[in-house]
């Protein structure tokens, strides 16, 4: 595990030696701050930690210094928050009902794709998730697109950020579990319907839910880390003027990568939450002239 950390960090100090020039100036202007913060707090802790198992910060995060202080990945995912609110705001422009612009209507069709795998994987009362839901989806996309265009790298390439949003939608859809169904009821979906088999279910469903934000994490981040490599290593097998021309050629699979891994992000959210989350019981039911009951759940 230590090694792959080392490599990790071996990895991210390349990344801030071939930082674009805002990470770059970023730490010029407060890489001196960051620095002392983490020398002073952050780093003493991590040192007796890992002294524990026979290393050393400088060896599973990098050398520290001002001039990566503030990590690229770390920049580049507050630029990815900001240009998600501000590319939002600029594309609804003036809402209309009659004129629609063309970004007001692009918005629309992500914001009915969300909604209709919200109400066919969680049902009509998971509507009340999508807000968290479409944020993951439009940062989540905002952060692979990024890599696109000069200046920027795409923080999805980065393990740190793709295991912080696993870990963000690992916390949330327990959050509604266990406000759904108190704590007890919570664990007890775990132990399945049969009892005497309840405690291998549930040592199994246990294992398998704390290794989600992982799992999520390692999913994006493997195959935006393999896209960026896989382009880089075909540009520099074709000289000349191919260096370029291969990229471009290929963006569109890399376009493809990038909208895919959304949609798989967003996707299993979606179905952790259906996991724990149930229509409310107050539904209107009604019993028709043939017989069937047909059952209207009502939507808070």
Not at 81 to 87: E, P, Q, V
Not at 109 to 124: F, H, N, Q, Y
Not at 278 to 287: G, I, L, Q, T
Request: charged share 15%; glycine share 6%; hydrophobic share 50%.
């Amino acid at each position: 595990m230590f090694a792959f950390l080392a490599e990790k960090a071996e990895q991210a100090q390349e990344a801030a030696e071939q930082a674009p020039i805002i990470v770059r100036l970023v730490n010029q202007y407060f890489g001196e701050y960051a620095y002392n913060f983490e020398m002073k707090y952050t780093y003493p802790r991590w040192k007796t930690l890992l002294a524990k198992f026979g290393t050393t910060p400088d060896a599973v995060f990098g050398v520290y210094t001002p001039e990566n202080a503030i990590p690229w990945y770390t920049i580049m995912f507050v630029i990815a928050c900001i240009l998600s609110i501000a590319l939002i705001w600029i594309m609804k422009g003036k809402l209309s009902e009659d004129e629609p612009s063309h970004g007001q209507q692009t918005l629309e069709v992500g914001v009915l794709a969300v909604r209709s795998m919200l109400e066919d994987i969680v049902g009509p009362h998971g509507l009340q998730y999508f807000p968290v839901v479409m944020t993951f989806a439009v940062l989540i996309l905002i952060s692979n697109l990024m890599g696109f265009f000069p200046l920027f790298m795409s923080p999805t390439s980065a393990t740190s950020v793709t295991f912080a949003l696993g870990l963000s939608s690992f916390l949330y859809y327990n959050y509604i579990g266990i406000k759904e169904n108190g704590i007890f009821g919570h664990l007890k979906h775990f132990a399945g319907p049969i009892w005497w088999i309840a405690p291998l279910i549930f040592s199994i469903e246990l294992v398998s839910n704390l290794i989600r934000p992982f799992t999520l994490g390692i999913r994006l981040f493997a195959n935006m880390f393999a896209d960026e490599k896989v382009l880089d290593t075909i540009a520099h097998l074709a000289p000349g003027i191919t260096y370029w021309i291969v990229p471009v050629a290929l963006m569109p699979l890399s376009l493809f990568v990038a909208f895919i891994q959304t949609f798989v992000f967003v996707l299993l959210s979606q179905l952790y939450i259906s996991e724990v989350s149930h229509p409310p019981h107050d539904s209107h039911a009604h019993v028709p002239d043939d017989g069937m009951e047909i059952v209207a759940p009502v939507l808070t």
